[in-house]
C-alpha cells in the first residue's frame, strides 16, 4: 500500500470513528528522522520564533521551494516539512512553540568537513531573510566507513583547538567529535565518522545529535536573564528580613499599614517574577529531559585520551541547569516566606483590632448604663409632669361637681387623687416598657 494513503479513511464495519483518532495516530510519528547514508553534511539552524511569525515562518518556507521548483506546503498549520531540492540537497523544516529549525542535507563525499558550501547553494537574500533571531548553528560532516580514521592531533587540528570531546556511540558502531563551541564562522561543528552503522542508524544519529545542540540551548536560553533575577531575589530577600523583623518589635497603626503597603508591593513584585518565568522554567526542565534522553540514546564508549560527550554536559551544562533550577526554588522559598510575613502581620492587625472593639464595646456599655440612667430619671420626671396635668384635669371635674351642688371639697379631693394618679402612670409606664422589651427579644 502506498504510504501516503490516508489510512484513518479505510472503513472499519461503519463504525463511528473518534474524531481524534487520526491526529493522535499520527502524533507518534510526528517527528520522523531523516532517512540519510553517509558521506553526507548538514547545516542546522535554530531560530527564536514568536508565535506570531507562524504564517511569515510558514511563507518563506514556501519562498526556498518556489526557488528549487518543488512542492511547497499547502497547510497553514504544517509544523514539519521535509522536501528534496535536488538531487544531493534536501531541506527539514520543524516550527515549535518558541523556535523553528531549518536543516539542510547534502549527500556526495568531500574533502574538507566544514567548508561552508551551504551558502553557494542556496539563495543568499533568502538565508539573510530567515524569520526570527539565530540561536545556534551547527554543521555536521557525517563521514562513510571508507574514509580514514583521524588521529587525536589531526582531529585537534581540524577543529582549531585542544578542549575537544567525542566517544564511540551506538555500541562502537560510530564515533562522535565536537568542541562544542561556535567557531568564527558562527558554527559549532561536529564530525561523525561510521564505522559499520546499519541503513536507518545514520538519520537517528543524526537526529539525536542536533536533538542536543538545539535543546541545550533552549534550556538555559533564560541563564543570563536568571543570573540578573538573583541578584533582584537577593535584594527582595533583604528586603523582607527587614520587614519581618520591623513586624517583631512594637508597632502602631501608622507603622502597620506602613509594612503592609510594602509587603503588598514586594509581593506585587513577585508574582510578577514568577508569572513572567514560569514559562521559561517549565519549558527548561522539559529541554534537560530530552538533551538527557537523546544522550541516552547515543549509548557512549569513552575514546582513550577524550572526554566523552556526556562529561562536557556534565560539567557546562548540568551547572547552568542548576542555576536556573536554584533561581527558581528561591523565588518559590520567597513567595512563601512574604505569604507567611503577610498573614503574621494580618493576625497582628486582627489582634489589634480586637482590642479597639473590645474597648469600643466597653465604652459604648458604659454610654448605654448612662443613657438608661438618664432615661430612669426622665422618665421620673414624665411621670410627675403627667400626674400634674392629669390632676389638673381632675380639679376641673371635682369644682364641676362642686357647683352642681355635690358635697366634695375640691382641695381634699385633689390631695387623695395624687398618688393613685402618679402610681397609675408609673405602672403603666412599667407595663409598657415591659412589653416592648418583650417585642424586642422576639
Given at each position: 500500500?502506498?504510504?501516503?494513503?490516508?489510512?484513518?479513511?479505510?472503513?472499519?464495519?461503519?463504525?463511528?470513528?473518534?474524531?481524534?483518532?487520526?491526529?493522535?495516530?499520527?502524533?507518534?510519528?510526528?517527528?520522523?528522522?531523516?532517512?540519510?547514508?553517509?558521506?553526507?553534511?548538514?547545516?542546522?539552524?535554530?531560530?527564536?520564533?514568536?508565535?506570531?511569525?507562524?504564517?511569515?515562518?510558514?511563507?518563506?518556507?514556501?519562498?526556498?521551494?518556489?526557488?528549487?521548483?518543488?512542492?511547497?506546503?499547502?497547510?497553514?498549520?504544517?509544523?514539519?516539512?521535509?522536501?528534496?531540492?535536488?538531487?544531493?540537497?534536501?531541506?527539514?523544516?520543524?516550527?515549535?512553540?518558541?523556535?523553528?529549525?531549518?536543516?539542510?542535507?547534502?549527500?556526495?563525499?568531500?574533502?574538507?568537513?566544514?567548508?561552508?558550501?551551504?551558502?553557494?547553494?542556496?539563495?543568499?537574500?533568502?538565508?539573510?531573510?530567515?524569520?526570527?533571531?539565530?540561536?545556534?548553528?551547527?554543521?555536521?560532516?557525517?563521514?562513510?566507513?571508507?574514509?580514514?580514521?583521524?588521529?587525536?592531533?589531526?582531529?585537534?587540528?581540524?577543529?582549531?583547538?585542544?578542549?575537544?570531546?567525542?566517544a564511540d556511540v551506538l555500541k562502537g558502531n560510530a564515533s562522535v567529535f565536537s568542541d562544542f563551541l561556535a567557531n568564527r564562522d558562527g558554527f559549532s561543528r561536529i564530525l561523525v565518522h561510521d564505522h559499520r552503522l546499519t541503513v536507518h542508524q545514520p538519520g537517528r544519529l543524526m537526529q539525536r545529535l542536533l536533538?542536543?545542540?538545539?535543546?541545550?540551548?533552549?534550556?538555559?536560553?533564560?541563564?543570563?536573564?536568571?543570573?540578573?533575577?538573583?541578584?533582584?531575589?537577593?535584594?527582595?530577600?533583604?528586603?523582607?528580613?527587614?520587614?519581618?523583623?520591623?513586624?517583631?518589635?512594637?508597632?502602631?497603626?501608622?507603622?502597620?499599614?506602613?509594612?503592609?503597603?510594602?509587603?503588598?508591593?514586594?509581593?506585587?513584585?513577585?508574582?510578577?517574577?514568577?508569572?513572567?518565568?514560569?514559562?521559561?522554567?517549565?519549558?527548561?526542565?522539559?529541554?534537560?529531559?530530552?538533551?538527557?534522553?537523546?544522550?541516552?540514546?547515543?549509548?557512549?564508549?569513552?575514546?582513550?585520551?577524550?572526554?566523552?560527550?556526556?562529561?562536557?554536559?556534565?560539567?557546562?551544562?548540568?551547572?547552568?541547569?542548576?542555576?536556573?533550577?536554584?533561581?527558581?526554588?528561591?523565588?518559590?522559598?520567597?513567595?512563601?516566606?512574604?505569604?507567611?510575613?503577610?498573614?503574621?502581620?494580618?493576625?497582628?492587625?486582627?489582634?489589634?483590632?480586637?482590642?479597639?472593639?473590645?474597648?469600643?464595646?466597653?465604652?459604648?456599655?458604659?454610654?448605654?448604663?448612662?443613657?438608661?440612667?438618664?432615661?430612669?430619671?426622665?422618665?421620673?420626671?414624665?411621670?410627675?409632669?403627667?400626674?400634674?396635668?392629669?390632676?389638673?384635669?381632675?380639679?376641673?371635674?371635682?369644682?364641676?361637681?362642686?357647683?352642681?351642688?355635690?358635697?366634695?371639697?375640691?382641695?381634699?379631693?385633689?390631695?387623695?387623687?395624687?398618688?393613685?394618679?402618679?402610681?397609675?402612670?408609673?405602672?403603666?409606664?412599667r407595663w409598657r416598657r415591659k412589653k416592648l422589651m418583650a417585642t424586642h427579644q422576639t
Open positions: 500500500m502506498d504510504e501516503t494513503t490516508d489510512r484513518s479513511a479505510l472503513p472499519l464495519w461503519g463504525l463511528n470513528i473518534y474524531p481524534l483518532r487520526t491526529a493522535l495516530d499520527r502524533e507518534f510519528h510526528a517527528r520522523p528522522y531523516e532517512d540519510v547514508q553517509p558521506p553526507l553534511r548538514a547545516m542546522h539552524l535554530v531560530m527564536v520564533t514568536e508565535p506570531s511569525q507562524a504564517g511569515q515562518t510558514l511563507e518563506h518556507v514556501k519562498r526556498l521551494c518556489h526557488h528549487f521548483g518543488v512542492a511547497a506546503p499547502v497547510s497553514g498549520d504544517t509544523a514539519q516539512f521535509s522536501a528534496r531540492c535536488s538531487d544531493t540537497l534536501s531541506l527539514k523544516w520543524e516550527r515549535h512553540q518558541e523556535f523553528s529549525t531549518y536543516t539542510f542535507f547534502l549527500s556526495g563525499a568531500f574533502d574538507d568537513p566544514f567548508s561552508n558550501c551551504f551558502e553557494t547553494l542556496l539563495p543568499a537574500a533568502w538565508l539573510g531573510d530567515i524569520p526570527g533571531q539565530l540561536l545556534a548553528a551547527v554543521q555536521v560532516a557525517f563521514e562513510s566507513p571508507t574514509a580514514l580514521s583521524r588521529s587525536l592531533e589531526q582531529l585537534q587540528e581540524l577543529f582549531g583547538t585542544i578542549h575537544l570531546f567525542g536533538d542536543i545542540e538545539t535543546y541545550r540551548t533552549m534550556a538555559i536560553l533564560d541563564f543570563p536573564r536568571m543570573r540578573l533575577l538573583t541578584q533582584e531575589l537577593s535584594r527582595m530577600e533583604q528586603h523582607l528580613s527587614a520587614l519581618t523583623e520591623s513586624l517583631a518589635r512594637d508597632s502602631d497603626h501608622e507603622h502597620d499599614k506602613q509594612n503592609l503597603h510594602e509587603l503588598m508591593r514586594l509581593a506585587g513584585e513577585t508574582e510578577h517574577i514568577s508569572a513572567s518565568s514560569a514559562y521559561r522554567f517549565a519549558a527548561g526542565r522539559a529541554y534537560r529531559a530530552l538533551v538527557q534522553h537523546r544522550l541516552e540514546e547515543l549509548r557512549e564508549t569513552r575514546i582513550e585520551g577524550l572526554p566523552p560527550i556526556h562529561e562536557f554536559l556534565e560539567r557546562r551544562f548540568a551547572p547552568a541547569m542548576r542555576t536556573i533550577e536554584a533561581a527558581h526554588e528561591r523565588l518559590e522559598r520567597l513567595s512563601q516566606r512574604v505569604t507567611r510575613a503577610s498573614t503574621l502581620l494580618r493576625t497582628t492587625v486582627d489582634v489589634a483590632l480586637a482590642e479597639q472593639n473590645s474597648t469600643l464595646l466597653a465604652s459604648m456599655d458604659q454610654r448605654v448604663k448612662l443613657q438608661l440612667r438618664l432615661q430612669e430619671m426622665v422618665e421620673g420626671l414624665s411621670i410627675v409632669i403627667l400626674g400634674y396635668y392629669l390632676t389638673s384635669l381632675l380639679a376641673y371635674g371635682y369644682k364641676a361637681l362642686a357647683t352642681l351642688g355635690l358635697p366634695i371639697n375640691v382641695d381634699i379631693a385633689v390631695a387623695i387623687t395624687i398618688p393613685f394618679v402618679l402610681i397609675g402612670i408609673g405602672l403603666t409606664i
